[in-house]
């Protein structure tokens, strides 16, 4: 069973140029997962997405501008991480419920270990705690 402790917090390498920087990731091994699938979420006004756990994929969260608070539960500890930096990136295995509230104007990318599956997801939280529990 997964723990807080397999979070693993990591920053991208970052190029700065004359008005313009780009972060790069050339070797995915700096990423503790395959990377199926991607996408991004840009939300124009302060929301709160995830609120979800995933029973096999892995997600590595990655800061693109804004601030993003990261809420990470065991079902019995939360940790909470606050993405900041462009290019600071926090990876997220399965079983852990994870909550991302967004400043306005704020852009994540999400790099995924598997492809969509909706029985992959476990959404109601009553639910994730009995999963945790063994029942």
Same mark, same amino acid.
């Given at each position: 069973?997964?723990?807080? &402790? /397999?979070?693993?917090?990591?920053?991208? #390498?970052?190029?700065?140029?004359?008005?313009?920087?780009?972060? $790069?990731?050339? !070797?995915?091994?700096?990423?503790?997962?395959?990377?199926?699938?991607?996408?991004?979420?840009?939300?124009?006004?302060?929301?709160?997405?995830? &609120? /979800?756990?995933?029973?096999?994929?892995? #997600?590595?969260?990655?800061?693109?501008?804004?601030?993003?608070? $990261?809420?990470? !539960?065991?079902?019995?500890?939360?940790?909470?991480?606050?993405?900041?930096?462009?290019?600071?990136?926090?990876?997220?295995?399965?079983?852990?419920?994870?909550?991302?509230?967004?400043?306005?104007?704020?852009?994540?990318?999400?790099?995924?270990?598997?492809?969509?599956?909706?029985?992959?997801?476990?959404?109601?939280?009553?639910?994730?705690?009995?999963?945790?529990?063994?029942?």
């Amino acid at each position: 069973m997964k723990t807080l &402790d /397999h979070i693993n917090a990591l920053q991208f #390498q970052q190029v700065p140029g004359e008005g313009c920087s780009m972060w $790069i990731l050339e !070797d995915f091994n700096q990423v503790s997962h395959p990377v199926k699938r991607m996408f991004f979420i840009s939300p124009e006004s302060e929301t709160t997405r995830g &609120d /979800h756990a995933h029973l096999d994929c892995w #997600q590595t969260l990655v800061c693109i501008k804004g601030k993003i608070l $990261i809420t990470v !539960d065991d079902g019995i500890e939360k940790r909470a991480i606050t993405l900041s930096t462009y290019g600071q990136a926090l990876t997220v295995p399965p079983e852990l419920w994870c909550r991302q509230d967004y400043s306005s104007n704020s852009s994540l990318l999400v790099l995924c270990s598997h492809l969509y599956n909706e029985k992959d997801y476990v959404r109601d939280y009553q639910s994730f705690l009995d999963f945790r529990a063994g029942k």
